[in-house]
């Protein structure tokens, strides 16, 4: 795949240097200018609507943003089309910023909403603030391109053009394939898992939006200085549809994708023509069959294709792995740590789900956490883990303070969990999941994604060898290229417990990890938690299945009502009256019922 994308760049280069030369006329010209600027808008809000997959319906307006406040500067002030350009981006960036904020609330069709009143706005804006837009008349006179006092020619334009579209292409394939594009990838198909992995969502989403707002600011201002004239007719609501169409058309998360969708939704219109009347019913009809065809879009369905043909092989060398031991070992002050939380009461309306619950995991132990349905357990894991916030009390881990903090926070500072309902970011390869669970030990930042800086390639290779030790230490390598929801049920599990380890927790939260396991599975869970523990990780354990809490545990804890009733050995605590009648006589007379059943 790597080859392909790099053949695909060099078509590329030799595409758009070859179009000038082939083209007749200034009109040729222009119209594939037009192209290249609508490429870079799709190229940017393909990194929205492909890596985040939120949908932005408001492009239009970013668009008119930047092409005002280029063609003001440049009318007004006198500035040169690269430093309006440049103003137009940041300007058009602070909306983007603006765009991300409602989407800590809303999603899907409401925020495609708040994107269109955005799009609306701006139109209004434009129309209405006359003494500085020109209303209804727009600007005109805008200079043509120039750059640094020099006035550039139809092609020299066309090539300023070019360069940017391929730049703003490589960059963008680059955050794809970085560490900020696996976190927009992993939002997107489940933040709770995300989150809990110490991806910061909303700050991926906000960078997502303004990557979206700034291509468009840039290609704004290009489009003013190629028509020298800008009215607010021509940015409209159908113009966002259409910027949307080019990236789903062409393949939202591929590459070339978006510039195909670009090419193809500049020329159709102007193609369809000859077709007078009929042009845009043809235009809707060729849209819906392509996409009816292809539902990936062009370039998604093509890789698809592919990969089919030519599968990539599906397991990768332990070999080539870091062993888990040194990857986890590496910060030994994170290890053997202690998880402490006092009085933590959890009120649901008039349901107390935990009251004043108590519970202190020793450094290196495996604590198991019990009790019967209901009895407050999965209240007491989102809780510490961040997603429930405490009505009272604290915790804390090796002495900091976690309560109040959000659920990423909480597990940079070292709290890392599984779910009881696999939370898996299904689309993503298994190592590619991993490799997730590592982002906070990848500490470059944005620039060096976008420039693949060698810093960055040597820790993204330092990543995805640390994540196949850790496929290995779950035995799960031999499925490292596998889509993550094509795993067995069974596997799913062992991978959710790799991506956990692979952020280097100081506590490892395991909610219920043997549900619906096979009994060999079990017997290979516990073993793998004995090796966890083994390796100096604390383990918080809630489960149901007592044979494995006897046989791990060094600690239990049981709840009931929200009540912690008894926290000892084992041994203890399963001759305790109290814990027999509320927790271990049910579940006994409950494993008898079921053995007896045929
Ligand atoms: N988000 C919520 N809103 C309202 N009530 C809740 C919420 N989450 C849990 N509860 C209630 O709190 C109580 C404790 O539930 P919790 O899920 O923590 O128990 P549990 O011990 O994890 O049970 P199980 O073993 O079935 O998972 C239950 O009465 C439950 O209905």
Redesign the pocket.
């Known amino acids: 795949m790597r080859h392909l994308t790099t053949i695909g760049f060099l078509a590329l280069a030799v595409i758009l240097v070859a179009v000038p030369l082939a083209s007749n006329n200034e009109y040729e010209l222009r119209l594939f200018m037009l192209f290249l600027i609508y490429g870079i808008i799709a190229v940017g809000l393909n990194v929205l609507v492909g890596l985040t997959g939120l949908v932005s319906l408001g492009q239009a307006g970013l668009f008119a943003l930047g092409s005002y406040t280029g063609a003001i500067l440049a009318t007004r002030l006198g500035f040169d089309m690269v430093s309006s350009a440049l103003v137009a981006a940041i300007v058009a960036g602070f909306f983007g910023v603006l765009l991300a904020y409602p989407t800590v609330r809303v999603r899907g069709v409401y925020l495609a909403v708040v994107t269109i009143a955005f799009g609306l706005i701006v139109e209004n804006v434009a129309i209405e603030w006359q003494s500085m837009t020109g209303g209804t008349t727009g600007i005109t006179s805008i200079p043509s391109p120039n750059v640094f006092g020099f006035r550039l020619s139809g092609y020299a334009y066309y090539g300023l053009l070019a360069v940017v579209l391929f730049l703003a292409a490589a960059a963008a394939h680059n955050l794809k394939i970085s560490r900020f594009g696996r976190a927009m990838l992993a939002v997107s198909q489940s933040e709770t898992a995300a989150r809990a992995l110490g991806v910061d969502a909303t700050g991926v989403r906000t960078l997502a939006f303004v990557a979206a707002a700034v291509t468009a600011g840039l290609a704004g201002t290009f489009y003013a200085f190629l028509n020298s004239y800008i009215s607010p007719d021509i940015f409209t609501f159908s113009d966002s549809v259409r910027f949307l169409l080019m990236v789903i058309l062409g393949g939202a998360a591929s590459t070339f994708g978006p510039i195909l969708g670009a090419y193809i939704l500049t020329y159709l219109p102007e193609y369809l023509q000859q077709f007078a009347v009929w042009q845009k019913f043809a235009y809707g009809a060729l849209l819906l069959i392509v996409m009816f065809v292809m539902p990936r879009g062009i370039m998604g369905s093509l890789a698809f294709g592919l990969k089919k043909l030519r599968p990539a092989p599906r397991a990768v060398s332990a070999t080539e792995g870091i062993l888990a031991e040194d990857t986890l070992r590496r910060d030994p002050n994170a290890l053997r740590s202690e998880l402490v939380a006092r009085d933590l009461t959890v009120r ?1 309306g008039g ?1 107390t ?1 935990l009251n004043k619950a108590s519970l202190r995991v020793k450094p290196g132990e495996v604590h198991a956490l019990i ?1 019967p ?8 894991v989102n809780t510490i883990s961040g997603f429930y916030r405490p009505t009272e009390g604290e915790f804390e881990i090796d002495g900091v303070q976690l309560a109040g903090r959000k659920s990423h926070e909480i597990a940079r500072l070292g709290l890392s969990r599984t779910f ?1 309902n696999t939370e898996l970011f299904g689309e993503l390869t298994v190592l590619e999941n991993v490799m997730v669970g590592y982002q906070q030990g990848l500490g470059y930042g944005l620039a060096a994604a976008l420039l693949r800086t060698p810093a960055m390639r040597r820790q993204e290779e330092e990543c995805r060898r640390a994540a196949i030790g850790l496929l290995a230490f779950v035995d799960l390598q031999d499925y490292a290229n596998e889509e993550a929801r094509f795993l067995p049920f069974g596997l799913q599990r062992r991978l959710e417990i790799a991506r956990a380890l692979a952020a280097r927790p100081r506590l490892l939260l395991l909610d219920e990890p043997a549900a619906g396991l096979t009994t060999q599975e079990i017997d290979a869970l516990e073993e793998m938690i004995r090796r966890i523990a083994a390796l100096g990780v604390s383990v918080l354990l809630i489960e ?1 299945h007592v044979e494995l809490i006897m046989a791990v545990a060094d600690t239990v804890t049981v ?1 009931d009502y ?1 009540q912690i009733i008894a926290s000892d050995t084992p041994a203890v605590v399963q001759d305790d009256p109290r814990v027999i009648e509320a927790y271990f006589g049910t579940s006994l007379e409950h494993a008898d019922a079921a053995e007896a059943t045929p």
């Open positions: 649901f349901l789900a009790g349905n209901g009895a407050g357990k999965s209240t007491f009881q149901h709840l929200g």
